[in-house]
């Protein structure tokens, strides 16, 4: 049986669903549809078995599964809500002493992933800070709610809109400015994570150095507009640190194979799915990077990609790991070639050269996170993931007072993913990340099954939603354990925009909303509720 979908877990999904269905093993051919976005949702089998059953059922006649939009948006899974309750203790000149919380995520009726998906609340809430003590307990709910699937970000908008909202009442009681009581505690040497581990690189001091200009002019921006206004609408900034993980928790290994040709090109085997975010660009880029030295160009690098009867078990594409994990184990497969290829006098073999010495022209590739660790179930405490991606994110908007109606008008964002392989992809990644921030901050919802089942009624943000004045400011800080020093960027970009926009229209009106998303109807009421 063989099954096209937009999977991002090939192998995964035939695992889930072969038993379920009755074909197994070597019976059950998952291949992927490069279909564009997911955005984690098929990290989950939420078509796979249904088409298999359905073929079954007639015979093994072929078989299409189309949703149309109301199917579409009911029968996916989307982001669990969460119930953030935190505490921050600082001392009088802005240390931080602790973190407390208790947390609770409404996961649906499924529990697939959701035991994942809560320990990350442990793992991300108070993350880019340095907190000397955290008691922070989660936990996973089910209700008769949409159910609940993995969704990008994973678990760390649900952490930050916590950690960071609260941050800036901090700094308010404090009377610091939220940049500089960020500034004052993000991790420096002996710094550590929420988890206890060491952070594998100190970027957030250079990254908040190139934030600080962006972050003034806009603040002294906005002032000088509510200074020129009649007060009907109102100008803020706000805010905001994001971290996340690239991998799956612990050990998380990949495999990539690759094969020399007759013709003397190459082809590369992997499954590192594609839901939009160029995995064949990675793959391509990754290979030719170590091939080169060999002198093979990109057009003479072929590729097989995310088919389970040709292509090896290299992981879901999801947690951002594909890049760092996967990127490995094609680095390490073209390095065995070249390896194999290259002679005592520094030149390189030919195909028929290592046919004719009998040395081999096909070379397995795997890569494990060996320096990782799973996290406690109780304590939360480990090492998960190799690497990490680092934002600041800076929002200037515009609220009108009347209404509440809340608009971006100037967006910026500061990331460090380690070396950037492919600027144009990571550019991609970067702008559509935040712009789904900004949706998840201001319009989409999904709860009621006649209002919010449409691509209007669900929220879902227009391109009038989405700021002309849009800048993207990277470093580039070397990850040891990346392969060429990369990390990965998917999920960075929606880590963290929507507290920074609800600090934007606090700098603005005074107001603070704490439920996103923050339609005008609520900016009103909390405009309105500063009156009373």
């Given amino acids: 049986m063989t099954i096209h979908s937009k999977s991002v877990g090939i192998h995964l999904h035939a695992a889930m669903i072969g038993t379920g269905i009755g074909v197994e093993g070597d019976k059950l051919r998952i291949v992927q549809n490069n279909a564009g976005g997911t955005f984690g949702y098929k990290f989950s089998p939420t078509s796979e078995s249904l088409l298999g059953v359905a073929c079954l059922a007639l015979d093994g006649r072929p ?15 989307k982001r669990s809500p969460a119930f953030m309750h935190i505490k921050m203790a600082a001392n009088k000149d802005g240390k931080l002493l602790g973190l407390w919380g208790e947390n609770y995520v409404d996961h649906g009726p499924y529990s697939e992933f959701g035991d994942l998906l809560t320990m990350r609340l442990s793992q991300f809430t108070g993350a880019g800070y340095d907190i000397p003590n955290i008691r922070n307990t989660s936990y996973c709910v089910c209700t008769n709610h949409v159910w609940g699937s993995a969704f990008r970000g994973y678990g760390s908008p649900q952490s930050f809109m916590g950690s960071e909202v609260c941050m800036d009442e901090l700094a308010e009681k404090l009377g610091m400015d939220p940049f500089e009581l960020r500034y004052k505690n993000i991790y420096r040497e002996g710094a550590t994570t929420p988890t206890g581990q060491k952070p594998e690189v100190l970027c ?27 007060g009907s609408k109102k100008y803020g900034v706000g805010f905001s640190v994001g971290v996340y993980g690239c991998g799956l928790d612990g050990k998380d290994s990949s495999f990539a194979n690759i094969r020399l040709n007759p013709d003397n090109t190459v082809t590369v085997y992997d499954s590192w799915e594609d839901h939009g975010q160029g995995a064949d660009m990675g793959t391509l880029a990754m290979a030719h990077e170590t091939l080169r030295q060999a002198g093979f160009t990109p057009d003479r690098i072929k590729l097989v990609m995310n088919d389970t009867a040709y292509t090896p078990a290299s992981g879901p594409a999801g947690g951002s790991r594909s890049n760092t994990v996967t990127g490995n184990a094609v680095r390490v497969a073209a390095e065995l070639l070249v390896a194999a290829m290259k002679k005592p006098d520094g030149t390189y073999r030919t195909y028929a050269e290592m046919e004719a010495e009998k040395i081999p022209t096909y070379y397995e590739g795997s890569w494990t ?10 304590t939360a405490q480990g090492a998960p993931f190799s690497n990490y991606m680092y934002q600041l994110f800076i929002p200037e908007v515009e609220v009108d007072m009347a209404t509440g109606k809340t608009r971006i008008v100037k967006f910026t964002t500061v990331a460090d993913y380690g070396t950037i392989i492919n600027k144009l992809v990571v550019e991609g990644s970067t702008y559509g990340g935040c712009a789904q921030g900004m949706g998840l901050a201001l319009t989409e ?36 354990d990346g392969p060429y020093g990369a990390a990965g960027c998917g999920e960075g970009p929606l880590t963290a925009v929507h507290p920074a926009v609800l600090s934007a229209i606090h700098d603005a009106t005074g107001a603070r909303v704490y439920e996103i998303p923050a339609k005008p109807e609520k900016v009103k009421a909390a405009i309105d509720a500063l009156k009373k």
């Fill in 445 to 480: 919802d999904f709860e009621d099954y006649k209002k919010h089942t449409t691509l209007l009624g669900a929220g879902i943000p227009t391109i009038m939603d989405i700021p002309d004045d849009y800048d993207l400011i990277f470093t580039q800080t070397y990850r040891p």
């Fill in 63 to 77: 078989v299409s599964l189309v949703y149309d939009m109301y199917q579409n948006l009911t029968y996916t899974g």
């Fill in 369 to 378: 996170a060996a320096m990782c660790s799973d996290c406690d179930a109780d």
């Fill in 204 to 230: 957030l001091e250079g990254m908040f150095e190139k934030a600080r200009p962006v972050y003034y002019a806009a603040k002294e921006r906005a002032k000088k507009k509510n200074a020129e206004g009649d």
